[in-house]
Each structure stands twice: as structure tokens, then as C-alpha cells.
């Protein structure tokens, strides 16, 4: 009799537990070769759903079948800058706004980059702000002032980062330390490339490529199919590596959009974010072995689609604030581990979830 209760016993345990393991198992994932971050700075879900209307072509967005959201607000700051936005997923840790790559205290944190590199991968950022930019910067850097650009420029000596292309060739060539630091980048193994000129892809594994002194030109001033270009030339060289790379793309002045309250300027910049993310899930779709995310380090703006005549069924933009805002942002997946991404989380989880799935 002891020998049946002790078995009745088990067996219920058996079915709470799986009932309790099947509700938080995940479904079986392959590891992803590579992982190409894709961050829409300041692009909220507003932003995302006002550009919809003018996409020429695919609507990037409706292609992913993952969709998460994010939590953003900082160690300090419900409100999140791109320093602390970008950090909290470089190093999985929230910090306070205006870090780059450092913690809550100033203090270093190892970054997805590193751990990149540390197992064997490449590193790269394609970004339309400089490459020393709070968001890029907080992937390679580990300063304690995005303010710092020089400082920030320097760290690239660390190697953390094979492949940098942005702007911002002046905190390279005109420094007030007057370190000409092109020569020891060179000097470290780097190609360097100064070219305002339209982007001319080139071939090396070690390459930092500035197209112009600070931020690059809007797409209104004629930036064009620029970050299309730098972010293909970038997958090209990375993915040599056959051990894999971690790519960061950023369409960086869809903010800058909205702290303009522009809507036109924004929207241009959304229009050419969602062609770069067609491209790279075109290339995804193929490889087979890309994990693509893509998010936001918050929204900026307090963008509102209000009403405008009933027949038309149009909006009107609208701005509340020329500033960042709290609101969750949204997060897409596609290919391997994709998963993962699905459901509300902080955004220091996209570093967990990264390493995890990584092995890391
Ligand atoms: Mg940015
Ligand atoms: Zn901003």
C-alpha cells in the first residue's frame, strides 16, 4: 500500500512538473553563426506605424514573426538615454545615462563585443551618426561621458570592433591631445579610409571607413543608399570569419528626427531603416545560420498619430516632447534562437539573451 501512495505521490509530481516545465520550456533552438543587432534609435512603435504608409516596397517589419518589447528606463532615469539605451544591451547591466560601456558605478562591464571576440568572432558597427556616437561607441568602448568622443575614439585601439563605418573623422584627425590617431590605428593594423564621397565598398578584415567630419548627412541632404552600402560591405568582410561575427547597424537620426519634432526627417530615416533591414533579411533568409534583431534603445519624441478627417483616414503627426520618452520599444526576431525574443523584458535581457543562446 505504502509502495502504491508512494507511486500516486510521484506520479502527480511528475505531472505538475511537467505541466510547470512545458509552460517554461523553450522550444529547441539551433545556435545562430552570426547576429546582426539592428538598432532604430529613438524609433518607438509610433514611429514604426507612421513611416508604414510610405515604405516603397516591403514592409520590413510584417516579415518578422517574433515580437517582443522592451523596458528602457535606466539605472537613474525612467527615461533613457542612447548611452545608457545601448550599454544596458552591450552589457547587460542597467547604467546611468550619459555611460558608455560602463556600469551603474564607472566601472568597465565585458560587452557582447568582447565576448564576440574573446570566442572567436569578428565585430563591426554601421552606423549614419559618427562611429563614436553614444550607441555605437557603447559596443566597443568603455568611457565614463559619451561626451568624451576622443577618449571614445581612442578605445578603438582595443580592437574590440574590426569594422567601424559612420562618420566622425574629425575626433580622428583633428584632436586636441593632437594624437593623429588614423596613423596609430594604421600602425595597430587598421585600414583607415577619410571619404566624404559616396561609399566605395572595399575588401579587408580590419577597417575603420569615416565618410564624413562628424554625423552623416541626412537622407533629405542626400545621404542616399549609404548605410544600405557600409552595412553589405560590412556583412561581406565580417562574414569571412567562418567562426561567425556580431554586427551592429543603427539608423541613428531617426532620432535626431524627432528631437527636431521633423516628422519629414524621421520618416526619411524610417523609410531607409526599413530598406536596410529588407536587405539584411534577404541575406539572413539565405544564410540560414543569422540570428537578426531588431529593436530600439527608446522612443523619441512622444510621437502621437491623431486624427485627421474621417474619409481620408490619414493621421496627423504630432509630438509631445522634443526629448526621449519611457515608453517600452519594441523588439523583431528572425532565424535561429529567434524565439527568445518574444514577450516583455528590461532591456539588459537582449545581453542574456544574446549569451545565452550563444553559449557565451
Ligand atoms: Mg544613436
Ligand atoms: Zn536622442
Known amino acids: 500500500m505504502k509502495k502504491i501512495r508512494a507511486c500516486i505521490f510521484y506520479l502527480a509530481l511528475l505531472c505538475t512538473g511537467a505541466a510547470n516545465f512545458s509552460f517554461t520550456l523553450l522550444p529547441s533552438v539551433t545556435k545562430p553563426r552570426n547576429i546582426i543587432l539592428m538598432i532604430g534609435d529613438g524609433m518607438g512603435l509610433a514611429q514604426i506605424s507612421s513611416a508604414m504608409p510610405f515604405y516603397n516596397g516591403v514592409n520590413a517589419f510584417e516579415r518578422f514573426k517574433v515580437i517582443g518589447l522592451s523596458k528602457t528606463s535606466s539605472a537613474d ?3 533613457t538615454d542612447s548611452g545608457a539605451g545601448a550599454t544596458a544591451i552591450s552589457i547587460g547591466k542597467k547604467t546611468y545615462n550619459n555611460a558608455i560601456g560602463v556600469d551603474k558605478d564607472s566601472m568597465p562591464q565585458t560587452g557582447l563585443f568582447e565576448l564576440a571576440k ?8 554601421a552606423v549614419t551618426s559618427s562611429i563614436v ?4 561607441a557603447s559596443f566597443y568602448a568603455h568611457i565614463k561621458n559619451r561626451r568624451w568622443y576622443e577618449d571614445i575614439a581612442a578605445s578603438l585601439l582595443n580592437k574590440q570592433c574590426d569594422i567601424a563605418i559612420g562618420g566622425g573623422y574629425q575626433f580622428f584627425t583633428n584632436r586636441k591631445d593632437k594624437r593623429y590617431l588614423t596613423k596609430e590605428l594604421e600602425q595597430s593594423g587598421y585600414k583607415v579610409i577619410i571619404d566624404s564621397g559616396s561609399f566605395k565598398p572595399i575588401t579587408n578584415p580590419r577597417f575603420i571607413y569615416l565618410a564624413a567630419a562628424d554625423g552623416m548627412p541626412r537622407i533629405q541632404q542626400g545621404r542616399g543608399d549609404f548605410l544600405q552600402k557600409a552595412s553589405l560591405c560590412a556583412i561581406e ?3 569571412k570569419n567562418k567562426q561567425g561575427y556580431m554586427l551592429m547597424i543603427e539608423g541613428s537620426q531617426i532620432d535626431w528626427g524627432g528631437h527636431e519634432m521633423n516628422f519629414d526627417y524621421m520618416k526619411a530615416e524610417l523609410i531607409d531603416f526599413n530598406n536596410v533591414i529588407n536587405m539584411v533579411l534577404d541575406m539572413a533568409v539565405r544564410d540560414k545560420h543569422t540570428l537578426v534583431i531588431v529593436t530600439a534603445d527608446h ?9 485627421d478627417d474621417k474619409q481620408r483616414m490619414q493621421f ?3 509630438y509631445t516632447y522634443h526629448e ?8 523583431f526576431a528572425y ?11 528590461e532591456n539588459t535581457s537582449l545581453f542574456d539573451k544574446i549569451n545565452q543562446l550563444m553559449g557565451w
Open 335 to 345: 532565424g535561429p534562437g529567434a524565439e527568445s525574443f518574444g514577450g516583455i523584458y
Open 133 to 136: 556616437h553614444a550607441t555605437p
Open 237 to 239: 568582410n565580417l562574414s
Open 324 to 331: 526621449h520618452t519611457g515608453i517600452m520599444v519594441p523588439v
Open 118 to 125: 574573446l570566442n572567436g568572432l569578428s565585430t563591426g558597427v
Open 316 to 318: 496627423i503627426p504630432k
Open 77 to 79: 532615469n525612467y527615461v
Open 299 to 307: 522612443e523619441t519624441g512622444g510621437l502621437a498619430l491623431t486624427e
